[in-house]
């Protein structure tokens, strides 16, 4: 167990800020280096339209021990992968045995049930090579009477789009139900069929014995920065006011720990926290669901933003980690912080904010679960664009096509004496580095989505100053 707890710190290990060597973490030691992936990272889960849903299904069950406790093993995997070159061979079957631990996090506590309630989650897997794989999770009881083990199913995949994963797992609880033989079929027309563009609709054929052929529709989002997130869930539970100091909290890459009963709640809401940073990402450790194995995550150093069962907060509690926030999603409140949270963005900024989040959680019966994750973005976004959106004017452009970003100007550019005070820290973030990297690398900017809104600013403001 010790082993793979070591696989995965050094697995997610990434590198640092620009310029900053990577640090090594001996296995021997505990969690010494903040992984550097990034949160929803664009690049990689985001992927383009036309490749494949999923690398493969595993299902999970629990075995029972000598010592008569139960161990997730996995029981079924599809499609069972062939011809991989011996590296790769190693590093699947290593993530192979860690998987079972995030669908399982809660360790030796698991039991044999006789009521259950399905809950969905998901997970993030980060190869030594930087590459990624998100962890789609069901965990359900088998249909059947008396005591029985719970299960999950588990579909792992580089492409980040919970809801439409979600639907996915739906189809294969369905099925599940009726059995076994019944999910694999499913399973192989999806992995036939090409992921489909944003906006767009793939139709896959399933047989279902008694019921015929069923056509099942699944549509990808229209934009693609919040196909991995649903702010809903973190609205049910937190108060605008609490949000806005997990994400002053998140802006400062600070260090982050989210409690909850549920897996789905954790999953949910530590994925709504890092979708609230875009055109940002999270760029150090990231567990949505840490399993109990690897609870001296919350003793490293570095920033971290995780998630872990309620029933450990005795634990984590004992544990020597430095300052932290963290947050009781059952509760809805704040069980420990540094005390500067409601100072740390431009006050006025803060207010608009606070007030768009006040109407959006007053009237979130109102909208669809879409319509409120582009409301809510957009309150989020609409500060970025405010804060740094004049970043394009301050990269000086060489004649060989190399961008040098100008930082000082950069900082000064901004009228508002606080705005200036919170760019000078929010610039020296591993989030805002790394950004900027690519905005350096060409003139073709990463994120369009971002852009349109930096040019729709500017474009008001201009009409704002003829009229």
């Not at 280096?33 to 629990?62: D, I, T």
């Not at 906006?199 to 989002?221: A, Q």
């Not at 912080?337 to 959680?361: C, F, T, V, Y």
Request: aromatic share 10%; proline share 6%; with cysteine.
């Amino acid at each position: 167990m010790a082993s793979i707890g070591n696989f995965f710190r050094r697995s997610l290990r990434r590198s640092g800020r620009k310029g900053g060597p990577e640090e090594s973490c001996g296995a021997e030691k505990q969690p010494c280096r903040a992984p550097q992936g990034k949160a929803g990272e664009r690049s990689s889960l985001l992927a383009a339209a036309g490749q494949f849903f999923f690398e493969y299904l595993v299902v999970v069950s629990l075995k029972k021990t000598p010592d008569g406790l139960y161990e997730p093993k996995i029981s079924y995997q599809f499609p069972k992968r062939e011809h991989l070159l011996r590296g790769q061979r190693e590093e699947e079957e290593r993530l192979l045995q860690a998987i079972p631990l995030f669908c399982f996090p809660d360790g030796s506590s698991s039991a044999p049930a006789c009521d259950f309630r399905s809950e969905t989650f998901s997970f993030v897997l980060t190869n030594a090579d930087g590459s990624r794989k998100i962890g789609y999770c069901r965990r359900l009881l088998p249909s059947g009477r008396g005591v029985r083990l719970p299960e999950v199913f588990c579909i792992i995949s580089c492409l980040g789009c919970f809801g439409l994963f979600s639907k996915i797992l739906d189809e294969v609880e369905k099925r599940r139900q009726i059995s076994m033989a019944v999910i694999y079929p499913f399973m192989q027309g999806l992995r036939e069929a090409p992921f489909p563009a944003p906006g767009k609709t793939v139709t896959i054929k399933s047989f279902i014995p008694d019921s015929g052929t069923e056509l099942i529709e699944l549509t990808r989002p229209l934009d693609a920065h919040l196909e991995h997130v649903e702010f809903q869930a973190l609205l049910q539970r937190l108060s605008p006011s609490l949000i806005l100091h997990i994400f002053a909290s998140a802006v400062l890459e600070r260090r982050l720990i989210f409690l909850a009963q549920e897996l789905s709640v954790l999953s949910q809401c530590i994925h709504a926290v890092a979708a609230l940073l875009y055109p940002f990402t999270w760029a150090h450790t990231y567990i949505p669901v840490v399993p109990e194995c690897l609870l001296d995550t919350v003793c490293c150093p570095t920033p971290f933003m995780v998630g872990i069962q309620m029933r450990h907060l005795e634990r984590v509690l004992e544990q020597p980690m430095e300052e932290a926030l963290i947050v009781d999603l059952c509760e809805g409140k704040i069980i420990r912080a540094l005390g500067d949270e409601e100072e740390i963005l431009p006050s006025k900024l803060q207010s608009e904010m606070l007030s768009s989040l006040s109407r959006h959680n007053n009237n979130n019966n109102e909208h669809t679960p879409e319509q409120l994750n582009t409301l809510v973005s957009e309150a989020f976004v609409q500060f970025f664009v405010r804060v740094v959106g004049h970043y394009p004017s301050h990269i000086k452009w060489s004649r060989g096509g190399s961008g040098s970003f100008q930082e000082r100007p950069f900082c000064k550019a901004l009228g508002s004496k606080a705005a200036r005070r919170f760019l000078k820290r929010f610039v020296k973030t591993n989030m805002f580095c790394l950004f900027i990297q690519e905005a350096e690398r060409s003139r073709i900017p990463q994120e369009a989505y971002f852009q349109r809104k930096i040019a729709e600013y500017q474009e008001q403001k201009k009409h704002r100053r003829d009229s």
